[in-house]
């Protein structure tokens, strides 16, 4: 059974100044632009791409339906990645954000997640959006923040990216935070 929410008809969600759609091959050279910035994906759960892999990963997007492109409407540019998955069975989905450092602080994440949350939530199959942040990346808890979605813990020294200079893993305290349909339709 397909558990994507949006799964093979997916229709681009338009907001004032974004298109968030499928990913295609040719967003290949955009999304290195955003994959190979090691700021950018210092908190993620991968590495820094070369341009060659972030062109192969354009092309596996465009066959997922958990990933879609960000774009601006007026210069037709790929400026994020919004990540959108069923977690179980019971209506809850993670989200996950990415976005391009010249483009970050100007209020585009906000508007693509919460065009995506919306469109997610109005389906009627989503009850529950969780998404994760790492303690110390503050901009991302902020956007979940003003999303409406709520702190609901702090999972301690719950996973590791980086070694320090003796070997040692460089523990990270993960925020866990969640959205109830029942939020969105109060206004929370
Ligand atoms: C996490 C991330 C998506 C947050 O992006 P962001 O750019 O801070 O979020 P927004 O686009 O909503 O911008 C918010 C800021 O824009 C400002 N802003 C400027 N113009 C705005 C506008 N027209 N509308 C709304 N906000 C606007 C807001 O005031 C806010 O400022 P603040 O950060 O000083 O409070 C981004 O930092 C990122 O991609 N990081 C790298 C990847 C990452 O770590 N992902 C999460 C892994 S768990």
């Keep these: 059974m397909n558990h994507e929410l949006f799964s093979d ?21 955009d999304l ?3 994959l190979t910035d090691p700021k950018v994906v210092h908190f993620e759960p991968y590495d820094v791409f070369t341009p060659e892999q972030a062109v192969h990963e354009a092309e596996n997007f465009a066959q997922s339906s958990c990933f879609y492109a960000v774009e601006l409407r007026e210069e037709r540019k790929v400026i994020g990645k919004l990540y959108f998955q069923h977690i179980g069975n019971f209506g809850t989905y993670e989200l996950g954000y990415t976005f391009h450092g010249a483009y970050q602080g100007m209020g585009y994440a906000k508007e693509a997640a919460a065009a995506l949350i919306r469109s997610a939530f109005e389906s009627g199959k989503v009850r529950r959006i969780i998404a994760y942040s790492d303690e110390a990346n503050t901009r991302s808890w902020n956007l979940l923040e003003h999303l409406g979605f709520q702190r609901e813990g702090e ?17 990270q305290n993960m925020l ?13």
């Design 9 to 29: 008809d997916f229709t681009p969600i338009g907001t004032d100044r974004l298109l968030i759609r499928r990913f295609l091959p040719s967003d290949g050279a």
């Design 155 to 171: 999972l301690r020294e719950y996973t590791y990216k980086f070694l320090d200079e003796d070997g040692q893993p460089l523990w």
């Design 176 to 188: 866990i935070y969640a959205m109830l349909a029942s939020d969105a339709a109060s206004g929370q």
């Design 32 to 34: 290195a632009e955003i």
